[in-house]
């Protein structure tokens, strides 16, 4: 019993930070209308612009958090200017590939920059405390306190302001929210800003809870990926409760089969997903 | 580099494009012809590969072998084991549309290669597989006389595959899915076939690939080297164009390799990593041609309607 206690902590730790990724992904899918293949590497980068503030200017993590955020969310900006708008008319299919291109760009360009080996944020072992039989780091209360202050944050932005409502009608109805005369553009480039920040956000947190290394954000995207379609594709509430069932169930099936296997489990979720109820849990805008 | 080196070299170097493009031929066969995009080409190639190997190797207490079959026995038993897997996976996938298609090819590919990096007693896991025989002892030259053989034995079977009535239905399918159903076409039947196809075709590039080599292991199956750069050399060619796909496989390799040689000249300060610089490098050239050039090399010709004027 404990043990499941545990892994349901592990669970909805590993689910907050695949939440904060895959609210990111399902907006850029809703509003896009592609997968963002490159997603897990903003995560990565993200995390990585905040190591060097920390170790530059000797700041807490968190206090980095909202740097790497904004520039992250510059990237993608950048990224989707100078690349992705350029083709985002031919086929959608050249996008996916362009995205994959653009993914190893970016791992190439960690290792390029901050090496290739494990990094942390902080050195030194923090003392976990201990409730009955289960453990839980003081870091861990601070990256849930941080998702869940940033997803709420996403809810805000959402339901109240101009910019958040042209986007969900975007991702709604296309066609529809283009003849009112939502500037287009302008939706893209605010979705590509909240989508680099929360991947960015993500990753940091990643990074917080283990280590930095240059995959640590490629070796997420599949269950990113599985949050988005079992959330349904442009639902940004969906992605949560995607990424928080994801969690839970990569780290409750250590008890039947090894670790090493986690992905597939994610994996085998969002097939299941697409096989009978292809829309998600909250109808999906495709 | 005396010309003996560089005529070693070469050999060397035209034997992986030869392999590469068996893999090309297999992928524009689901992407270039039927639309389907996979981007799980690693999975199949890494199949191809340690099916050839588990079959042709000596024993070992280190991984499930002794079959010690010969060379010609692996490339098939690396097609038949490719069959159920892909008929399978094609089965699951080949209604999806194509952005779902693509997250699950990918991470079907990413689970092969965990499952050969878990499972030690099937796989030797990380360490690998060693000791794989170039066939008839023939050495590198030889060698290339074999994979030519199967370019140009692959390259005719989809050629003639393109042209059947079989190919053109599966253009018919690329280009306009509800017209081809409308036609009484069995849709999905016809994408699960490609699928098959091309995924043999791949496993066949695996088994080619380890006998080259000698020594495989899950490293090798990472999405750059058994995807990525087989989509770059189907865009670069020209999708759905086979003869574009060869100049593709030959082109990115050149490339390739070429990077090699300008990482070696970069001082290592400045790029850390060299094969962090060489992905980098060919990232950035598949944006340039997606930006400036998607159709590729030799883009697609259509062919001649028959009975059409000439």
Known sequence: MAEIAQLLINGILLGSILALGAVGATMIFGVLRFAHFAHGDFMAIGAYFALTVVTVFNLPVLAALPVAMLMTAGLAVGIDQVVYRRIRRVQPVILLISSFATALVLRSLIQMIWGSSNQVYQTGIQMPWRIGPLTLKPDHLLIFAAAAILVFLVHLFLTHTRMGKAMRAMSDNMDLALITGIPADRVIMWTWAIGGALAAAAGVLLGMDTRLHPVMGWTLLLPIFAATILGGIGRPYGAIVGGLVIGCAMELSTLIIPGAYKPAVAFAIMVATLIVRPQGIIRGSL | ?310
């Open chain 2, 1 to 310: 580099m005396d010309w003996l080196s560089l005529l070693a070299y070469s050999v060397f170097f035209l034997n992986l494009v030869g392999i590469y493009a068996v893999l090309v031929l297999g992928l524009n066969m689901q992407w270039g012809m039927t639309g389907q995009f996979n981007i799980g080409v690693a999975g199949f190639f890494a199949v191809g590969a340690y099916t050839s190997a588990i079959l042709t190797t000596g024993p070992s207490d280190d991984w499930l072998g002794g079959f010690d079959l010969p060379f010609l026995a692996g490339l098939v038993g690396a097609v038949i084991v490719t069959i159920p897997i892909a008929w399978v996976i094609g089965r699951i996938t080949a209604r999806l549309r194509t952005d779902y298609l693509a997250i699950a090819t990918i991470g079907i590919a990413e689970i092969i290669r965990l499952f050969f990096l878990n499972e030690g007693w099937l796989s030797n896991g990380t360490r690998g597989i060693p000791g794989i025989d170039t066939p008839f002892n023939v050495g590198n030259a030889g060698y290339l006389l074999i994979v030519t053989l199967f370019v140009a034995g692959t390259y005719w079977l989809v050629e003639i595959a393109q042209r059947s009535p079989w190919g053109r239905v599966l253009r018919a399918i690329r280009d306009n899915e509800a017209a081809t159903a409308a036609a009484g076409k069995d849709v999905a039947r016809f994408r699960l076939e490609a699928f098959v196809v091309g995924s043999c075709i791949m496993a066949l590039g695996g088994g080619l690939y380890a006998h080259f080599v000698g020594f495989i292991s899950p490293e090798a199956f990472r999405p750059l080297y058994g995807t990525f750069l087989v989509w770059v050399m189907l865009i670069a060619g020209g999708s759905g164009n086979n003869r574009g796909v060869l100049l593709g496989a030959l082109v990115v390799w050149i490339i390739w390799s070429s990077t090699e040689i300008l990482a070696g000249l970069m001082p290592t300060a400045l790029i850390g990593s060299e094969s962090a610089f060489r992905i980098f490098l060919i990232g950035v050239l598949l944006q340039i041609i997606l930006v400036s050039r998607p159709q590729g090399l030799l883009p697609e010709k259509r062919p001649r309607m028959p009975g059409a004027g000439r």
